[in-house]
C-alpha cells in the first residue's frame, strides 16, 4: 500500500512507523522544525519513561504529492481546513484520524465526499522535544480498538481492505458502522472534560473539586441530550441516567488515575485549548450546517 502519513506529532509518527515496518510504502508528512529532525534523525520512540530511543528511519516529505492508496490524516481539529486544501490537489482516499464533531460533509465538500473515511486513534503518548514517548497501549496492542468507518455506515470493500490492512501491520483497528456518532458522542463527553481540566490546572486538580466536577458533568449531559441519535458506545448513555452522585464519584476516581495523566489532559498548550473550541463550535451548530 502507498500510504502518506500526513502529521507527524504522536499518533502519526507511531502509525507511520508501524506500517512502515509491516513493509508498506510510507510517507510522513512534517513541516518546520519536525520535518528537519525527522530528516536527520528518523522517528525516534521511546515506551514510557525509559531511557533506550529506537531511530527508525521513515521517509518523510514537506508537501503531499500525486497518487496514493490511502492518506490518514492526524492533525487537530482546528488545523483541519488547512488540510483540506493540500489534499484537494492529490489522490486517494483519506481516513480522518482525528476529533471531529462536524460530520463528513465539510471534509467531502472540499475534496470528495466519495474520498472521506471517519476514525478515531485510540493510542497515547507525548512528545519530549523529537522523541515520541509512547504506552504499550497504544492502538497497536490496547484491548480498544481503533474504530473507522464510512460516513454512511456502510460496510464497503475499502473499509473491509484498510480495516484487514491495519490488523495485518499489527494495529489494533475495527469496522464502526455508526462512526459519524461515535465522533459526536466522543466531543460530547471531551469537550466540557478538557475544558473543566484547563481551568482547574490539571485533572488532580479537577478531581479535589467536586462542584466542577458537578458542573462538568451537567455540561456533559447536555450535549449527549442534544444529539440527534443516540450515543455511540451506547454505554455513554449512562451519564444521562445514573445517579448524579454516583457519576461524580466516578468521574472523580478517573482524573485521578494514572490513565488520566497519561491522556494528554495535562497537556494545557494553545493547541489544545484551540481544539477543545473548535469542537465545542461544531457541537454547537445546527445539525444542517455540520
Known amino acids: 500500500m502507498k500510504l502518506l502519513v500526513y502529521g507527524a506529532g504522536v499518533l502519526g509518527s507511531l502509525f507511520a512507523v508501524r506500517m512502515h515496518e509491516a513493509g508498506h510504502d510510507v510517507s510522513l508528512l512534517a513541516r518546520g522544525e519536525r520535518l528537519t529532525a525527522l530528516r536527520r534523525y528518523g522517528v525516534q520512540l521511546t515506551e514510557g519513561d525509559g531511557p533506550a ?5 521513515v521517509p518523510v516529505v514537506e508537501h503531499p504529492d500525486g497518487e496514493y492508496d490511502l492518506i490518514t490524516v492526524f492533525v487537530r481539529t482546528h488545523q483541519v481546513d488547512a488540510v483540506l486544501e493540500s489534499l484537494a490537489r492529490v489522490e486517494g482516499d483519506v481516513l480522518f484520524l482525528h476529533n471531529w464533531a462536524a460530520g463528513a460533509q465539510p471534509l467531502g465538500a472540499v475534496i470528495g465526499h466519495e474520498r472521506v473515511l471517519l476514525g478515531f486513534p485510540t493510542a497515547a503518548g507525548t512528545m519530549d522535544g523529537d522523541v515520541v514517548r509512547y504506552r504499550r497501549t ?8 481503533m474504530p473507522i468507518g464510512e460516513p454512511d455506515g456502510r460496510t464497503t470493500p475499502r473499509l473491509v481492505r484498510f480495516v484487514e490492512t491495519f490488523r495485518t501491520a499489527g494495529i489494533n483497528a475495527k ?3 455508526q462512526m459519524d456518532a461515535w465522533l459526536k458522542t466522543h466531543a460530547a463527553f471531551e469537550v466540557p472534560l478538557g475544558q473543566a481540566v484547563h481551568l482547574a490546572g490539571g485533572p488532580a486538580e479537577l478531581a479535589d473539586d467536586p462542584d466542577a466536577v458537578r458542573g462538568m458533568l451537567h455540561l456533559i449531559r447536555q450535549n449527549l441530550a442534544a444529539m440527534t441519535t443516540p450515543p455511540v458506545p451506547r454505554a455513554f448513555a449512562a451519564l444521562r441516567t445514573l445517579p448524579q452522585g454516583l457519576l461524580v464519584a466516578a468521574l472523580r476516581r478517573f482524573l485521578r488515575s494514572p490513565t488520566a495523566v497519561h491522556s494528554g489532559l495535562n497537556n494545557p498548550s494553545p493547541a489544545t485549548a484551540a481544539e477543545l473550541d473548535r469542537l465545542a463550535e461544531q457541537l454547537r ?6
Do not use: K, L, N, Y
Not at 53 to 57: A, P
Not at 138 to 145: C, E, G, I, N
Not at 285 to 290: E, K, L, S, V, Y
Open 53 to 57: 530511543v529506537r531511530r527508525i528511519s
Open 138 to 145: 497504544s492502538f497497536m496492542t490496547r484491548r480498544v480498538a
Open 175 to 177: 469496522a464502526e458502522p
Open 285 to 290: 451548530a445546527p445539525a444542517g450546517a455540520r
